[in-house]
T-cell receptor, first 115, second 114 residues
Framework: AQTVTQSQPEMSVQEAETVTLSCTYD???????LFWYKQPPSRQMILVIR??????QNATENRFSVNFQKAAKSFSLKISDSQLGDAAMYFC????????????FGTGTRLKVLA | EAQVTQNPRYLITVTGKKLTVTCSQN?????MSWYRQDPGLGLRQIYY???????DKGDVPEGYKVSRKEKRNFPLILESPSPNQTSLYFC?????????????FGSGTQLSVL
């Protein structure tokens, strides 16, 4: 069965600095999606970035980028120039492209941004 | 406005009293799903549906029921709630299988079972 592991329950970063959140996953599939979702105190779930496994190029969305290492099954999120509004819970998620459309989420990393 | 509408936002009930959490989407999405979020456990999938009348169990389906009679609606039913079902619940939908795949989430339902 597929699993997603986020080994950092909590991280802190100084405003304007860079932080990297870790995510590893386990799967025997070769084609799948990986996601990072943000959950601010409002508890709304917001898609931060998406990576398709067949694409070798790392996805980037403004200050957010990923380091996708398919062989190592690693999918880390880098936040550059951290802002106070980045403070949230971040969830890594996996979905394979077989017919089931099951999503698997990690346990989350709470990011604190220090002024 | 494209959205997933989930109601109620907060619900307090007692053990054994049947309840339904509603979920509706206006984007003609094929795929809908339910999750529960618990501290230290992240989001866990309860049930999902790939289209009308097609539902399947996720990782934690015990104690829950769902139905998909219409494409836009996917209610979550707790026939006999117990305190271990106290949790934050999310409904989500997506097109399913497209290259720009993403989940659209409802605003969540905080359920307390006393």
């Amino acid at each position: 069965a597929q699993t997603v592991t986020q080994s950092q329950p909590e991280m802190s970063v100084q405003e304007a600095e860079t932080v990297t959140l870790s995510c590893t996953y386990d799967t025997s599939e070769s084609d799948y999606y990986l996601f990072w979702y943000k959950q601010p105190p409002s508890r709304q779930m917001i898609l931060v970035i998406r990576q398709e496994a067949y694409k070798q190029q790392n996805a980037t969305e403004n200050r957010f980028s990923v380091n996708f290492q398919k062989a190592a099954k690693s999918f880390s999120l880098k936040i550059s120039d951290s802002q106070l509004g980045d403070a949230a819970m971040y969830f890594c998620a996996y979905r394979d492209t077989s017919g089931t459309y099951k999503y698997i989420f990690g346990t989350g990393t709470r990011l604190k941004v220090l002024a | 406005e494209a959205q997933v509408t989930q109601n109620p936002r907060y619900l307090i009930t007692v053990t054994g009293k049947k309840l339904t959490v509603t979920c509706s989407q206006n984007m003609n999405h094929e795929y809908m799903s339910w999750y529960r979020q618990d501290p230290g456990l992240g989001l866990r999938q309860i049930y999902y549906s790939m289209n009308v009348e097609v539902t399947d169990k996720g990782d934690v389906p015990e104690g829950y029921k769902v139905s998909r009679k219409e494409k836009r609606n996917f209610p979550l039913i707790l026939e006999s709630p117990s305190p271990n079902q106290t949790s934050l619940y999310f409904c989500a939908s997506s097109w399913g299988g497209r290259s720009n795949e993403k989940l659209f989430f409802g605003s969540g339902t905080q359920l307390s079972v006393l």
